[in-house]
T-cell receptor, first 116, second 113 residues
Framework: AQTIHQWPVAEIKAVGSPLSLGCTIK??????LYWYWQATGGTLQQLFY??????VESVVQLNLSASRPKDDQFILSTEKLLLSHSGFYLC???????????????FGAGTRLSVL | GDSVTQTEGPVTVSESESLIINCTYS????????LFWYVRYPGEGLQLLLK?????QKGSSRGFEATYNKETTSFHLQKASVQESDSAVYYC??????????FGTGTTVSVSP
């Protein structure tokens, strides 16, 4: 069975500090991977997607970056956090051919980020 | 543009009562939209509850049902008799046409014993 693990579960960070969030998928080779973000009271928005190792496409510009260093790993990061980065970050994977995840997505438990 | 609008929460219902969460969509750039309901239980990740890809069809899971109505552009989620374990956040989503899934804002449902 496939499992998706996100870390950390929650973070409290200062404005201007760096951030790194991670996601690992086990039990599925070459999945399509996604980062989603939800601001408090807002909708879930796709930030990035990756179809293969080393390739990441940006969907929404939020002064964040993403990388896929391994087939089963997806990293979200920034060197300088903004207050507007606060929210809930979700990693997801899918099997569909497209990079946009328009079909069934399988999500991790998420990371709650508070920027102060 | 493409968008999803759903019942604003929080919604509180008593156990064994019925529940309906309204969802309407706009899919101006997607010829054949796929419609989804996702759910997030406390402490867990977002998971697919049900999915319907053909207009006029009904999806069902865990006692929940939703019918894809192209005429009214709706995909309401219903359950005849809820349980305390149905307390969660429910998201309606629209997909298709090679675009990212578009989610509604989520509806928090609390079921009281």
């Amino acid at each position: 069975a496939q499992t998706i693990h996100q870390w950390p579960v929650a973070e409290i960070k200062a404005v201007g500090s760096p951030l790194s969030l991670g996601c690992t998928i086990k039990g599925k080779s070459s999945p399509n991977l996604y980062w989603y973000w939800q601001a408090t009271g807002g909708t879930l928005q796709q930030l990035f997607y990756s179809i293969t190792v080393g390739q990441v496409e940006s969907v929404v510009q939020l002064n964040l970056s993403a990388s896929r260093p391994k087939d089963d790993q997806f990293i979200l990061s920034t060197e300088k956090l903004l207050l507007s980065h606060s929210g809930f970050y979700l990693c997801a994977w899918s099997l569909d051919w497209g990079g946009r995840g328009q079909n069934t997505l399988y999500f991790g438990a998420g990371t709650r980020l508070s920027v102060l | 543009g493409d968008s999803v609008t759903q019942t604003e929460g929080p919604v509180t219902v008593s156990e064994s009562e019925s529940l309906i969460i309204n969802c309407t969509y706009s899919a101006t750039s997607i010829a054949y939209p796929n419609l989804f309901w996702y759910v997030r239980y406390p402490g867990e990740g977002l998971q697919l509850l049900l999915k319907v890809i053909t207009a006029g069809q009904k999806g069902s899971s865990r006692g929940f049902e939703a019918t894809y109505n192209k005429e009214t552009t709706s995909f309401h989620l219903q359950k005849a008799s809820v349980q305390e374990s149905d307390s969660a956040v429910y998201y309606c989503a629209l997909g298709g046409g090679g675009r990212a899934l578009i989610f509604g804002t989520g509806t928090t449902v609390s079921v009281s014993p």
